[in-house]
């Protein structure tokens, strides 16, 4: 029988028993004593398998389990977890789920190196495939008609942005590619489009900066 990780379902203890702890099945909790099934499945019979199980049950991911291991805090075999360390999987776990000790952690870091351990997100990274789309397709159009024609039209010429697509044709794409309804896209055109124009715009000012 392969040293199982399980949880008990009357004192709700994570245990992982050594394999003589195992009878017929089933072994006994070290807290309460109450004798648990621990039938293996497929993913428990591996050591991978093991850290899975335990992942699951703490709530701790398994690089998290490893990086305890490194520290010494926990044995090299899972299998051989004591009750201390249980206890202090479940401080890990309680403590990597509080805000508040996440918090005060992360404040006493130098500002680079928590910005190194949490990058910032891209100004796109938090747009759906569609939204990204729409500003990818701009900023071409503003991009093309800058190099076709100068930002700023002559008086009573034609504004710059004139030849890029008008919001009702990107809504009848967006219908036709993507299924998205008119009332779903129609503000978020607006504000899509206002973003790659001020991309645009920025990358401009930028170039004509270096070459000054």
Known sequence: MKKVAFTCSR??????????????????????GSME???????EKTAGGLYRVVSQRSGLSVTTLIELQKRGLLPRDLAGCTQEHRIVIGAVALAVSSEEILRSALARLPKKRR???????AEDGLLTRWQRDVV????????????DAPPRAPKGGKRYGSKVTTIPAMILYLEKRYKISAATSRNWIRELKKR???????????KEGANA
Do not use: I, M, Q
């Open 11 to 32: 004192c709700g203890v994570l245990n992982v028993p050594a394999t003589g702890d195992h009878w017929r099945g089933f072994a006994p909790c070290s807290e309460c």
């Open 37 to 43: 099934s621990v039938a293996t499945t497929g993913t």
């Open 115 to 121: 910005e190194k351990l949490v990058p910032a997100v």
């Open 136 to 147: 990818d397709r701009y900023v071409k159009e503003y991009e093309r008609e800058l190099r």
């Open 196 to 206: 790659a124009y001020n991309r645009v715009r920025r990358s401009v000012k930028a």
